[in-house]
């Protein structure tokens, strides 16, 4: 077949113009470093080139509809060569995942326009919800009963997570990266169950999960059995102990609650004890209820920098023989911040290693992560924390930097999430007229010995030229 004698002029055009400009054309597609959870905006960077001649066209694309450009800028190199290189915004949502950012660069000497894509789910991250169900789901449940736990934990991506169940704030059992089922939507969402037994006293269970470098997310739910006895002419009756859902700070008074039914007579008293001394500040009423007795007490605890150890008795006695008592440890109402610092010291010429100080805080659980320059790199492995000897909690994290390759400035910022709470950081600045200034004062406390030896020795001569001539004078006055 006898070619298009146009078709071969605009493939030898091509061809010279491709010679022209050194090469063909590429396109090059670059999103963000990390990830970002939905509502917020992310740049994507488009460079195309290079052209023999600027009249070229860039076209974004999500999904099927055209996007904006933020920002266009054209450069032009010694050989007068076009590249171009275009930016955009873009606001994500949680139906990102399926979707897709294109780039599209059209220009007269090319057969077909450049294209370059990049899904969304690549710099997406959703944040799960959480929520525990019980089974069998009972409205009263029986001492020593066993019930199953189950986390739901729901919508979420990427599909990489751990989860952690807690009892009364301490860790029993984590799960690292457990089995998901994929949504329709790209989400994913998983189910993890635990079974636990009930008691009188009560425990508060809760399901963790830790998501890359994103706070922890959580569910509660607290778990109290019923008992019913017959005991000194009392009916069935019941009893439950609670405090506030919510951890405070040493300094705050919290309300401790105790609630019973079924007493055959009014005649109950309740009896408030602080590590075995007596709380006068209570407040309880016995009110009929059919034919039987309720009664509810509640009492005002503040809390103290040495509670962390400490636990409140609830006595309870029936026509004055005691029925009931129960206890509860403060420290599953205590939090303590954490105080946060970092500091540096040289290992060597090229190294630097900088320590972050996260001290004297309660309950253990603390989430420790390193930013750079405002960018979060990733810790292979958390710290464990040390235990004070007042109960709280103490860790240290050390980074060495390589100070070989320093720029003119470095922020290093350690930041701790602790509890719900909003994160506690420092930073440290690096650079090279730091670095000197900071071996300049710490070369100073050496030096002051030999200050103070050198003032001695000259005090000492001006004293021995001041005798010398008062000798002098004296013996000339005597002559």
């Not at 780039?103 to 894509?117: D, F, G, I, Q, T």
């Not at 610092?341 to 630097?352: A, E, R, Y």
């Not at 492995?381 to 004070?388: G, L």
Request: charged content about 15%; glycine content about 4%; proline content about 6%.
């Amino acid at each position: 077949m006898t070619a298009n004698p146009g078709q071969a002029l605009s493939a030898l055009l091509l061809t010279l113009l491709l010679g022209l400009t050194g090469g063909q054309p590429s396109i090059s597609l670059v999103g963000p470093t990390r990830r970002t959870t939905p509502e917020n905006p992310v740049p994507f960077n488009c460079t195309a080139g290079p052209f023999s001649s600027s009249d070229f066209n860039v076209t974004w694309m999500k999904d099927r509809d055209e996007h904006p450009a933020s920002a266009q800028r054209l450069v032009t190199d010694n050989k007068g060569n076009y590249s171009v290189t275009s930016k955009v915004w873009v606001t994500l949502s949680r139906q990102d995942i399926l979707s897709k950012m294109t780039c599209e660069v059209k220009h007269r000497a090319l057969a077909e326009p450049l294209r370059r894509s990049m899904n969304l789910s690549r710099v997406l991250q959703v944040v799960p919800t959480l929520k525990i169900t019980t089974k069998p789901f009972v409205m009263q449940i029986r001492v020593h009963q066993r019930v199953n736990l189950t986390c739901h934990v729901s919508h979420f991506y990427p599909s990489r997570l751990d989860l952690i169940w807690m009892e009364n704030r301490h860790k029993v059992q984590t799960v690292e990266f457990p089995q998901v089922a994929r949504n329709p939507n790209g989400t994913y969402s998983l189910e993890h169950s635990w079974q636990v037994e009930a008691t009188l006293d009560g425990r508060e269970f809760a399901c963790w999960v830790v998501q890359d470098e994103q706070p922890p997310v959580q569910a509660n739910i607290t778990l109290r059995a019923q008992a019913s006895r017959l005991r000194n002419g009392m009916s069935s009756y019941s009893s439950a102990l609670q405090g506030p859902l919510q951890r405070s700070e040493p300094g705050t008074n919290i309300p401790l609650t105790f609630t019973s039914s079924g007493f055959s007579t009014g005649q109950v008293t309740v009896t408030w004890l602080k590590n075995s001394h007596q709380l006068l500040k209570s407040q309880t009423s016995v009110h009929p209820c059919g034919d039987t007795y309720n009664v509810t007490s509640s009492v005002l605890i503040l809390l103290q920098a040495d509670d962390v150890q400490s636990l409140v008795h609830c006595q309870v006695k029936h026509m004055s023989i005691l029925v009931s008592q129960k206890t509860i440890r403060l420290e599953q109402y205590l939090r303590f911040p954490p105080t946060v610092t970092v500091s540096k010291s040289s290992h060597s010429l090229d190294v630097v290693a900088v320590t972050c100080h996260v001290q004297r805080f309660y309950p253990q659980n603390v989430h420790l992560s390193w930013l750079e320059n405002c960018h979060m790199f990733k810790e292979a492995v958390q710290p464990s924390s040390k235990q004070n000897s007042d109960g709280t909690y103490t860790l240290e994290s050390l980074h060495l930097v390589n100070a070989s390759v320093w720029e003119s400035e470095r922020v290093l910022t350690c930041k701790a999430q602790h509890e719900t709470q909003p994160p506690i950081q420092a930073s440290l600045i690096l650079s090279t007229a730091v670095q000197d200034t900071y071996k300049l004062i710490g070369s100073t406390g050496p030096e002051m010995p030999a200050l103070i030896l050198m003032a001695f020795l000259l005090g000492f001569k001006v004293v021995l030229v001041i005798s010398f001539i008062a000798t002098y004078f004296h013996r000339w006055w005597n002559l």
